[in-house]
């Protein structure tokens, strides 16, 4: 993995995360998070569990993984930095649906909803700017997916239902 800071304020500074946040309120959010370092193929996350944590990766690759500890071992999806992870399943508590996995050293910064929550009276204006910054990347998601779907549809069309 590249060389990157360990202070914690420096390397929320540089995602998306914080486009919108003074230094203050960096160092107030980057104060409530956690910075983690796992080994390729170590479990950030299992499937069917209720994590109240949302990560950013910093450097490395995570693996949005189904059935993990099986034969059946499926990747829906890889994370490289900047990427947000499990956002979703942050916003509204529900089980995760995959198990995020390190597929490469990698290291992620991570926020707890009650951590976030905790600053809502004395920093509402950082709460609102870190959710837009969540907004933004579940919007570039959903864009991505719908244009996904209209290429699969036209191709389907073109092929006269014979795919």
Not at 19 to 38: F, N, P
Not at 62 to 81: E, F, H, I
Not at 120 to 145: G, K
């Amino acid at each position: 993995m590249a060389q990157t800071s360990n202070n914690l304020a420096d390397v929320l500074r540089s995602t998306r995360l914080a486009a919108e946040l003074s230094d203050a309120q960096i160092d107030t959010l980057a104060g409530v998070m956690l910075m983690r370092d796992l080994a390729d193929g170590e479990v950030l996350v299992r499937e069917g569990t209720a994590d109240e944590h949302f990560y950013v990766i910093v450097g490395g690759v995570l693996g949005v993984v189904k059935k993990a500890d099986s034969p059946d071992r499926v990747t829906l999806n890889t994370l490289a930095a900047g990427d947000f992870a499990g956002e979703l399943s942050w916003l509204d508590g529900a089980q995760r649906y995959a198990s995020l996995v390190a597929m490469a050293p990698t290291r992620v910064i991570g926020l707890g909803r009650a951590r976030l929550e905790a600053l809502i009276e004395s920093d509402p204006l950082l709460v609102y700017r870190v959710m837009r910054a969540i907004i933004r990347a579940v919007h570039q998601i959903q864009y991505r997916l719908s244009m996904q779907q209209a290429e699969l549809s036209n191709y389907i069309y073109k092929q006269h239902g014979k795919y």
